[in-house]
């Protein structure tokens, strides 16, 4: 079975620009969960979805957005970027989200704000 | 609010020692605890899992106990070896909620 996919891979933006990352579940995984990673901050939810809706939000500002597609892949956006966004973007899916559900992560997207 | 104490790095061992990890938490309710590790330049991978009390997650030599008197799941393995070299991250999951992370403890392990 193929692991969760994360596109692209690496990305470089200028200040003020906006990006999508996209995120490929496991097949048969309805839950994505999205998390940024900073050397300072470590790992930090910043939102859920299942079966299309936001399920769960962390506490990050309204320029982070995400939305799901009824084949349960996921995109998150960021808009007007500012230098502080650099980051490691991870993506995870799981069946449902359940309280015993293991969350398996994809390979994250290097984002880089210059 | 749900949070995960672990022990700060970096750990560095020579092949074959033996190695402990410490993670503690808080939490309201049972979570599910886990422990991820991270190899450099890539994602999380799940090394193990416990879902309740006394349960015992064990993978690749790996093991850790989730004791709920002690609030904790301490990472150990018996010897490592050089190719354990990593970050390896404790989590606490409750539903309804995130994933939450320790800060990372990084590893190196020397031949």
């Known amino acids: 079975k193929a692991g969760v996919t994360q596109t692209p891979r690496y990305l470089i933006k200028t200040r003020g620009q906006q990006v999508t990352l996209s995120c490929s579940p496991i097949?048969?995984?309805?839950?994505v969960s999205w998390y940024q990673q900073t050397p300072g901050q470590g790992l930090q939810f910043l939102f859920e979805?299942?079966?299309?809706?936001?399920?769960n939000k962390g506490n990050f500002p309204g320029r982070f957005s995400g939305r799901q597609f009824s084949n349960s892949r996921s995109e998150m956006n960021v808009s007007t970027l500012e230098l502080g966004d650099s980051a490691l973007y991870l993506c995870?899916?799981?069946?449902?989200?359940?309280?015993?559900?293991?969350?398996?992560f994809g390979p994250g997207t290097r984002l880089t704000v210059l | 609010g749900n949070s995960v104490t672990q022990m700060e790095g970096p750990v560095t061992l020579s092949e074959e020692a033996f190695l402990t990890i410490n993670c503690t938490y808080t939490?309201?309710?049972?979570?599910?605890l886990f422990w991820y590790v991270q190899y450099p330049g890539e994602g999380l991978q799940l090394l193990l899992k416990?879902?309740?009390?006394?349960d015992k997650g064990s993978n690749k030599g790996f093991e850790a106990t989730y004791r709920k008197e002690t609030t904790s799941f301490h990472l150990e393995k018996g010897s490592v070896q050089v190719s354990d070299s990593a970050v390896y991250f404790c989590?606490?999951?409750?539903?309804?909620?995130?994933?939450?992370f320790g800060k990372g403890t990084t590893l190196s392990v020397s031949s």
């Open positions: 939490a309201t309710g049972y979570p599910s």
């Open positions: 989590a606490l999951y409750q539903a309804g909620t995130a994933l939450i």
């Open positions: 995870a899916s799981s069946f449902a989200g359940g309280s015993t559900d293991t969350q398996y």
């Open positions: 979805y299942f079966s299309e809706t936001q399920r």
């Open positions: 097949s048969g995984h309805r839950s």
């Open positions: 416990a879902t309740k009390a006394d």
